[in-house]
Structure formats: structure tokens, C-alpha cells
């Protein structure tokens, strides 16, 4: 059976670690709203191309010997 008193300085420093934890993450929590909101805008829709043929110029000369 584990030392009552180290299981307890175990369960304390885990405590301290998560409180660390929770601390970064109510600064990033703001932060990262900023960001997702200002990303948020509308895109506008383009609409597909479409492509037109172009024709071979008449006065082209073969350049095959």
C-alpha cells in the first residue's frame, strides 16, 4: 500500500499542474474566438468558366521538314 502522505503530494502537484492548465487555457480561449470569428466572412460564389475554343491561326506554316 502506498504512503498516504505521497499519494497526497502526488494528487497536489497534479492539482497545481492542472490549475496551470486551465489558466492558458482562459487566455487562448479568448484568443482563438477573436481569430475564428474574423475568419468568418462571407465568400463571394464565382461562378465556373467556361472555355472558349480558339481557333488555329490560318497563316500558320508547318514546321515539320
Keep these: 500500500?502506498?504512503?498516504?502522505?505521497?499519494?497526497?503530494?502526488?494528487k497536489e502537484a497534479?492539482?497545481?499542474?492542472?490549475?496551470?492548465?486551465?489558466q492558458a487555457l482562459r487566455i487562448a480561449a479568448p484568443l482563438l474566438e477573436e481569430e475564428l470569428t474574423a475568419d468568418v466572412r462571407p465568400v463571394p460564389i464565382q461562378r465556373p468558366v467556361q472555355a472558349k475554343p480558339?481557333?488555329?491561326p490560318t497563316d500558320a506554316k508547318a514546321i515539320w521538314p
Design 1 to 10: 500500500m502506498k504512503n498516504i502522505y505521497e499519494l497526497m503530494r502526488q
Design 14 to 22: 497534479e492539482f497545481e499542474r492542472l490549475k496551470s492548465e486551465l
Design 54 to 56: 480558339v481557333a488555329a
